[in-house]
């Protein structure tokens, strides 16, 4: 393929501090969607409207494979339907969850739950399906999705993404910076559930590391190798193409397991490593926001999954949503400037 790489060199974006999650956390109203197929009327009986749910429990409406949230606190089912106006959702079937009272308002943002002993597969595979989301890049299934249809394969390399998709946003340099030996140490983990032939770390040779990162990775026995983050360097087909063995082709929108290799994402093996060894799933996750017409840069946030945007918009930033010059023209982009979705 030649000398594959990204060709739009923007500049780089300052690291944001990304300290612990806080052990509790105020909750309120929550809308997860359920994994499976099925109407409302045909969901299992403990997401009925008014049954109460506990913490921990997967939201799924079938008992078939595929990965699956996490009910993040104990509380009341308000209402199950269709997700309306979520960007992805697409009308699929969700569940409104009100968080249970707690004696001081808060609730955990872990769960009390053991990760799976040693590498077998199987065993890695049932203990991800309903603890997502797991993610991966370029592959729709999640890390449980990968374990699975890896089964019999040969994993040549298992490659953590932490190339920012948009260089002007640090969002994975800033979790790596953060997290570094959680992170070289969850890709050695599954590097070895996958039995790979190797491990790489992918990060920006232009960010202001302070050694940390590679530090860490030769900690873990994993490869650190830092490279021109020029766009779009973190798509999955240049990833491939660039840093493998062969520099084996992918073509866009090809699950890149199909070339033997497997695509991770900076909090998926934070997130791993985090359970692995504190012996808790972390069940908020840190949400990043980028301010382009203010000053301040980036900034972030721990998240409930289900949580309104505006929420922890205002949250994120020290304002209200609705506040600032641009009132009335403000629109959210999830993803990166250049290729996320916009919602309406």
């Known amino acids: 393929m030649g000398d594959l790489r990204g060709g739009m060199d923007f500049r780089r974006g300052e690291l944001v501090a990304v300290g612990e999650p806080p052990a509790r956390r105020a909750a309120g109203r929550l809308v997860l969607g359920l994994r499976g197929g099925g109407e409302a009327g045909e969901v299992v009986e403990r997401w009925r409207a008014g049954a109460a749910v506990s913490a921990g429990t997967a939201l799924a409406v079938d008992g078939e494979g595929g990965e699956s949230g996490v009910l993040p606190v104990d509380g009341r089912v308000e209402r199950v339907g269709a997700v309306e106006g979520g960007v992805g959702w697409g009308g699929a079937l969700g569940v409104a969850v009100v968080a249970g009272p707690t004696a001081d308002g808060l609730c955990a943002t872990s769960l009390d739950r053991r990760a799976p002993g040693g590498s077998e597969v199987a065993d890695w595979v049932s203990a991800l399906v309903g603890t997502g ?19 019999g ?4 390399r298992v490659i953590c993404v932490g190339l920012d998709r948009f260089s002007p946003v640090a969002d994975r340099s800033s979790l790596l910076s953060g997290f570094a030996d959680d992170a070289a140490l969850g890709l050695r983990l599954i590097g070895e559930i996958l039995g790979a032939r190797r491990s790489v770390m992918l990060v920006d040779r232009e960010v202001r590391w302070g050694g940390a990162v590679r530090r860490a990775c030769r900690r873990f026995s994993v490869q650190h190798r830092a490279v021109e983050n020029a766009y779009p360097s973190a798509d999955p087909t ?15 929108g090809r699950d890149p397991l199909e070339t033997g290799v497997v695509l991770v994402e900076p909090w998926s093996v934070i997130r791993l490593a985090r359970w692995v060894t504190r012996g808790r799933l972390d069940v908020v996750r840190p949400v990043f926001v980028s301010w382009p017409l203010r000053r301040g840069g ?45 919602t309406r």
């Open 298 to 342: 980036l900034s972030v946030r721990w998240a409930w999954p289900g949580e309104a945007v505006g929420d922890w918009l205002g949250g994120a930033s020290g304002e209200g949503v609705e506040s600032g010059a641009e009132e009335g023209r403000r629109r959210v982009v999830w993803g990166d400037a250049m290729g996320g979705e916009a």
């Open 133 to 151: 989301p797991w993610p991966t890049v370029g592959h729709g299934g999640g890390l449980a999705g990968v374990l699975a249809s890896a089964a």
């Open 153 to 156: 394969r040969s994993v040549r």
């Open 238 to 252: 240049v990833v491939v193409g660039a840093h493998t063995p062969g520099r084996a082709r992918l073509k866009p």
